[in-house]
């Protein structure tokens, strides 16, 4: 849920009459500007950062098969023109967007003259269908027609495009908390009926004594299991929001973690089943990352498009998706920890316990530029009233760095307990 202030739909009254020359003059000299230009800079400084730990675990720390690291280069070259494409497919979309009424204006800039300025909304949808082009084209590639695992990916990009569809469909109609809730669980559907892995847990080794066993088999407990975290995912990153590029900037961070946590495994396996299963969760998770660094050249402060539902939607049902069939679902948690955080903080006003506000944001003052805290429980708030009043890029940057440290903390914690925990 994005900072911002739907246009109502009473300001445009339809009548019969035929609008007079004068009229018509009036609305094409207000036609809307086109949007600003993607800001490069950004995209182009995390990929020269993320490209050193990137290649050094492909080429050098992991011992990865050819054939292996040939599929991840296809996907990467794949997810590079994805960007590409995105960057140019957002600035057409915006103009459809504006012409259908689908914008808004940002209520943390509110005073200001950028406050007044209308910005397309729903952009996530071009992220959606890029990444999905990409995934299918990759199946040429990969796949083949006898392939174990190409029912369940495309079992997953099922799960994927149909949350595509639900997260636009809330764009359109704004539906209520309640019925976001659900979306989710019909969207990973497809998923969980062609999921055919295991549906075993490892038990932690300080817990054998108690447990009797090592291996415990779940049944259909796990199925809820994967259907609860898809919709914890997708409505985490949906809820942690209300600043330019907070939302796809905490799917760029958690996206590289997952990514660089795959590498790792793939090098440190001798299983070739646990390869795939790692390799499977990157062929998805490299064009997530692509796409979404392209969207956030354009939703970065100050932002020029509005992601919409359509975006957390897919980013969160995506990252589910390859944690559960990539089976590191606790890792993905971990990952996840400020977004746990958050819903912990905001678990009393979505539960009704305390008064729910439509938009849960931060206060912010035109005549200093600065973001203050309120009373809601939402760690964007929660932030400001522990360290005083930020400006809207300097808070979403501290809460980015944040959410990398969580992502840090996780690789710390893997590496303590590896060997005593499983």
């Avoid at 299983?271 to 390799?279: F, L, N, S």
């Avoid at 969760?281 to 939703?299: K, W």
Wanted: proline letters at 6%; a positive charge; charged letters at 15%.
């Amino acid at each position: 849920m994005t900072a911002r202030k739907r246009a109502s739909a009473a300001t445009t009254t339809a009548t019969d009459t035929k609008p007079s020359p004068s009229q018509t003059q009036e609305t094409t000299a207000q036609i809307d500007p086109p949007i600003a230009p993607p800001k490069k800079y950004l995209s182009f400084k995390f990929c020269i950062f993320f490209s050193i730990p990137y290649f050094y675990l492909l080429y050098q720390h992991s011992k990865i098969e050819q054939e292996l690291k040939r599929s991840i280069l296809i996907n990467a070259a794949l997810s590079v023109a994805g960007f590409f494409l995105t960057q140019r497919m957002i600035p057409v979309a915006s103009r459809y967007v504006l012409k259908r009424g689908l914008f808004g204006f940002d209520i943390n800039k509110k005073g200001t003259p950028q406050g007044t300025v209308k910005v397309p909304e729903s952009l996530g949808i071009v992220v959606g269908i890029v990444f999905l082009v990409l995934a299918i084209l990759f199946q040429y590639f990969n796949f083949t027609a006898d392939s174990n695992w190409l029912v369940e990916y495309n079992a997953a990009l099922a799960s994927i495009c149909f949350m595509i569809l639900l997260g636009f469909v809330d764009d359109v109609l704004d539906v209520p908390w309640r019925v976001k809730l659900l979306l989710p669980s019909i969207a990973a559907l497809p998923l969980l009926m062609a999921y055919a892995g295991h549906t075993t847990i490892i038990i932690p080794k300080p817990l054998v004594s108690y447990v009797g066993q090592e291996v415990l088999d779940l049944g259909w407990v796990y199925k809820l299991y994967m259907g609860l975290l898809a919709v914890f995912c997708t409505n985490s990153i949906n809820i942690h929001a209300g600043l330019n590029g907070l939302e796809v900037g905490q799917t760029v961070v958690i996206a590289s973690a997952i990514l660089i946590h795959n590498l790792m495994q793939i090098g440190a396996s001798s299983d070739p089943e646990y390869k795939q299963a790692h390799a499977f969760s990157i062929y998805l998770v490299q064009p997530l990352l692509a796409t979404s660094l392209a969207l956030l050249s354009y939703n970065w402060y100050p932002s020029s498009v509005f992601v919409g539902d359509t975006y957390t939607y897919f980013a969160g049902m995506t990252m589910a998706v390859v944690g559960i069939l990539g089976h590191y679902s606790e890792t993905l948690l971990i990952f996840f920890l400020p977004q746990v955080l958050n819903f912990l903080l905001s678990l009393p006003q979505l539960s009704g316990y305390v008064k729910c506000p439509r938009h849960r944001l931060p206060r912010f003052n035109p005549e200093t530029g600065l973001l203050t805290g309120t009373r809601d429980g939402t760690l964007v708030i929660v932030y400001l009233r522990i360290f005083g009043p930020k400006t809207e890029k300097s808070l979403c940057i501290h809460l980015l760095l944040v959410q990398a440290l969580g992502c840090c903390f996780c690789f710390v914690l893997r590496y303590c307990l590896a060997g005593w925990y499983k």
